[in-house]
């Protein structure tokens, strides 16, 4: 099978790619931007990959295929074929290799909210690293998304979006590792990270 660079994510909208918007939504949107009233995360010019964890391991999903296997794992991450030759798939497998350590710190607990008690919950992730789309980044990156993440549904055959209600629990998890990602990532070429949230300037 080929590995394509798009991801499960899908397009990132711009504000000018929602039609659905209404003209109050777009004005209010703008009126906080230009307030300093917003906060969110930048938009990362990366490879992107749902990570997650079940039976003992490290999971990676790209398409709807992957999130009915419950994810690959390592062996079956490298045994796929990338369609932008072996310098991309080398950057896939270095991220998961420091997702995996990662994990390794999380707490039985942590791993269920962050996974589900059935390890179907997958991260939304950002791969920044070497042959990035548009920009270079100065050091090799697995951002982790605040939103975005997916569960699979095999009574229905369908892939969610985690709810709001449950985004803030996953977010503090992180938060909380950060120490413990950082120190199991010690010597290793990669950083495991989540999203940082950034709060745009007021235009003067």
Do not use: C, W
Not at 94 to 107: G, K, N, P
Not at 142 to 151: A, D, E, V, Y
């Amino acid at each position: 099978m080929l590995l394509k660079e798009g991801g499960a994510a899908g397009h990132l909208q711009h504000l000018y790619d929602n039609r659905d918007l209404t003209y109050n939504e777009l004005e209010s949107i703008l009126t906080k931007a230009s307030q300093g009233n917003l906060i969110g995360t930048e938009k990362t010019d990366g490879f992107n990959i749902y990570l997650g964890y079940n039976d003992g391991r490290a999971k990676a999903v790209r398409n709807k295929t992957d999130f009915r296997n419950n994810g690959m794992d390592a062996r079956d991450l490298m045994n796929r074929e990338f369609k932008g030759g072996e310098g991309i798939k080398k950057i896939y497998n270095d991220a998961f290799a420091a997702f995996e350590r990662a994990v390794q710190t999380l707490s039985e607990q942590e791993k269920q909210i962050l996974f589900g008690k059935d390890g179907r919950t997958f991260l939304n992730t950002e791969i920044m690293a070497g042959l990035t789309n548009v920009i270079n980044y100065d050091r090799n990156a697995l951002s982790i998304h605040r939103s975005g993440h997916k569960r699979y549904k095999p009574e229905t055959d369908e892939i969610e979006v985690v709810p709001p209600e449950e985004l803030s629990r996953i977010s503090q998890v992180l938060d909380n590792a950060t120490d413990r990602f950082e120190q199991a990532l010690s010597g290793v070429n990669f950083r495991v990270q989540q999203t940082a949230l950034q709060k745009l300037q007021a235009i003067s």
